[in-house]
């Protein structure tokens, strides 16, 4: 893989480091790509968080993929349904590779929870050592990051 792609990675696990979301960290790191500034990136892909608003649904990492293969592959004309369908498979095919490296897609899952968090729960709860320790979200950030520069790579 190219030393960019390496530098990439990286950069999506300093930015979670430094106390943002998991799909803003993914997101993030190859915004600059797509023209996206860092603040917009960060923006963007706010709210999937924690699962998606912290409903502990879609993983945050995961969800950065599917923004992230929507800049990269999304189709730009409303009737245009083979850019969707290639869209779609893009998803689904770096969607089955995070599946398999991580065991779900789901965040309650990866976290060992019994299931989504009910509406409401939505205080994010505090980043200290303990948190990032008890945590597989840099994990996940960086196998997301590491997917999708995978498949830019493979690309080019």
Known sequence: MKPEFEERIQRAVDIFMSGYGCCQSVVAAFADLYDLDDRQAKLISAGFGGGVGRMRM?????????????LNDGQTEGGDKEGKAHCYKVVQELLAKSKEENGSLICAELLGLDGPVPMGNFVPDERNADYYKRRPCVAKVESAARIFAEYLDSLS
């Open 58 to 70: 879609m993983c945050g990492a995961v969800s950065g993929i599917v923004v992230l293969a929507g």
